[in-house]
Structure formats: C-alpha cells, structure tokens
C-alpha cells in the first residue's frame, strides 16, 4: 500500500456489530468442535482466540481497539457456547429436540446447567485465549519509514 491509500480507522458501530457477530460465531464454531470431543472441550478456545485476534488484526483493528474487540469477542464466544453446552446437556438428559430446548429453555436452567459443568480449566483456557487474541489483535507492526 502506498501513501496515496490510507486505510480508514473502522468507526464505532463497525467494532460493535463485529464483535457481536464475530462472537457467536466463534461460540456456535466451538460447540460443533465440541461434539467431535469426548472430554474437556474447553482447550478448543486457544485456537479460536488466536483466529479471533488473527481476525481483527486482518480488518485492520490493530492497537488498543483491536484488543478491546478481541477480548469482548472471545468473552461472547465463551458466554454463547456454555449457553449452547448447557441446551445441549439439557435436551439429551430430557429427550427434547435441540431446537426446541434452544428458544424455550429459561435463563435460571440454563445458568444451573452451565455452572455445573464448568471448572478450574475452563477459566485457565479461557484466559489464555483472551491473552492470545489480544497479543495477535493489538501488535501494531513496525512501518518501515
């Protein structure tokens, strides 16, 4: 790129939406890795916090935004599939389709259920995700001058 094309700092609606859809999806993403995984699926955030990061570096969020998006994105991926593990867990254990146990299930079974299921390691991935999405998201590359 040369100094005639600049790229434009994303404005402030642009970080919101993005962040909100790069979140779910990334939440909805490690749900259906998880179902490949039979134990601990909660190391599969690493990798999707260092895409997350990787992603918002690439739209050009670099510095100190970048890595606000990037951390409130890995925190909605983390919030959106323990909502999903949980509807999950709960239509097996009462033999209700998926679908239905998404949109009808209430907040307080969905809370019970995923407290019951998240432990010590959870909390350890999901910190190191957040580290590593905000390292890739915030580098802000040397510019020759």
């Known amino acids: 790129m040369d100094s005639a094309q600049t790229r434009k700092t994303p404005g402030f609606i642009s970080c919101i939406a993005t962040t909100a859809i790069a979140g779910l999806a990334a939440g909805a993403l490690w749900c259906l890795l998880a179902l490949s995984v039979t134990h601990g699926a909660g190391f599969l955030i690493i990798p999707l916090g260092a895409a997350i990061g990787g992603y918002f570096h690439w739209l050009g969020f670099a510095g100190k935004r970048g890595a606000i998006c990037a951390i409130t994105t890995v925190l909605i991926a983390f ?34 259920a995923a407290c019951t299921n998240l432990g010590g390691w959870d909390f350890v991935w999901l910190t190191a995700a957040c580290g590593l999405a905000v390292a890739i998201a915030g580098f802000r590359p040397l510019r020759p001058e």
């Open 79 to 112: 919030v959106y599939a323990q909502y999903l593990f949980a509807a999950v867990r709960v239509a097996q254990m009462l033999g209700f389709p998926l679908r239905n146990t998404l949109f009808k299930m209430d907040f307080g079974l969905a809370w019970q």
